[in-house]
């Protein structure tokens, strides 16, 4: 139950201490935010790391499917580790063989798990899909069997696509999907820490959207790891932790 297991571990975040009391508020406003209802097919979340922003976004996506889209294949295992540890119960989709998704006869109890979990990435007829931009694309447009099958699941109703880090999906990419996108009755979530992008593609394609934070978003400043500032002359690095100093020629920074 995503609802369940999304509030259990927003108290659980709310009851720990070391956060600063400003940043802990700014947490909890993102999540309340991200349990209300809304009408409308298309969403932007905008949300500093640190913010809670990904917490928030599947407890926004929570009550039918979820598809969680991330943009690199590579960071993957990141999201399937956060997910994990989050005690959800997920597939996470990679390539899939025919050969593989045999019938049960003969096999052991692992065996059988695991030729169910490849039948769930083949026809993404899981609760929770994790996968990314690229193989979205090929179950938009791709003409294979098993990329049809997973079409299917994208003409549900209850169904939420929400679209992670999506600043980092080119102009041309974005454009294609929520032209694709707009057609099904899905709803569509898109998060990032730096949304100006994404907000002027909706703007441009006129797609209607609600930002859940508002147009003003929050004083993510809080949640700054790092200072910038131009330095006159060599700046003190025993002040920091760690110091970076970029200069116009090398002439300078010697």
């Known amino acids: 139950d995503l609802i369940r297991i999304c509030d259990n571990k927003y108290r659980d975040l709310c009851s720990q201490g070391g956060a600063v009391?400003?940043?802990?508020?700014?947490?909890?406003?993102?999540?309340?935010?991200?349990?209300?209802?809304?009408?409308g097919q298309f969403f932007l979340l905008e949300g500093g790391t640190g913010s809670g922003k990904t917490l928030a976004g599947l407890r926004f996506a929570a009550g039918g499917p979820l598809i969680y889209v991330i943009p690199y294949l590579a960071i993957i295992d990141q999201t399937a580790k956060l997910l994990h540890d989050m005690g959800l119960d997920f597939v996470a989709h990679t390539s899939v063989h025919k050969s593989e998704l045999a019938n049960d006869e003969g096999k052991?109890?692992?065996?059988?798990?695991?030729?169910?979990?490849?039948?769930?990435?083949?026809?993404?007829?899981?609760?929770?899909i994790v996968?990314?931009?690229?193989?979205?694309?090929?179950?938009?447009?791709?003409?294979?069997?098993?990329?049809?099958?997973?079409?299917?699941?994208l003409a549900n109703q209850n169904l939420t696509i929400v679209f992670d880090e999506v600043h980092t999906i080119p102009a041309p990419k974005l454009r294609f999907y929520l032209k694709l996108l707009a057609r099904l009755p899905c709803r569509i979530l898109f998060m990032s820490a730096t949304a100006a992008f994404a907000r002027k593609?909706?703007?441009?394609?006129?797609?209607?959207?609600?930002?859940?934070?508002?147009?003003?978003?929050?004083?993510f400043p809080l949640l700054e790891r790092r200072r910038y500032a131009f330095a006159k002359g060599v700046p003190d690095e025993s002040r920091c932790l760690q110091v970076l100093s970029i200069y116009n020629t090398v002439g300078q920074a010697v």
Do not use: K, M
């Open 201 to 219: 593609v909706l703007q441009e394609e006129n797609i209607p959207f609600t930002e859940l934070l508002g147009e003003n978003g929050l004083p």
């Open 131 to 153: 996968t990314t931009t690229e193989r979205l694309s090929r179950v938009l447009v791709g003409g294979s069997c098993a990329d049809i099958r997973r079409f299917r699941t």
């Open 108 to 128: 052991t109890p692992s065996q059988v798990l695991r030729r169910r979990e490849l039948e769930a990435q083949s026809r993404w007829n899981h609760p929770l």
């Open 21 to 39: 009391p400003e940043v802990l508020r700014l947490r909890q406003e993102v999540y309340e935010t991200c349990r209300r209802s809304y009408p």
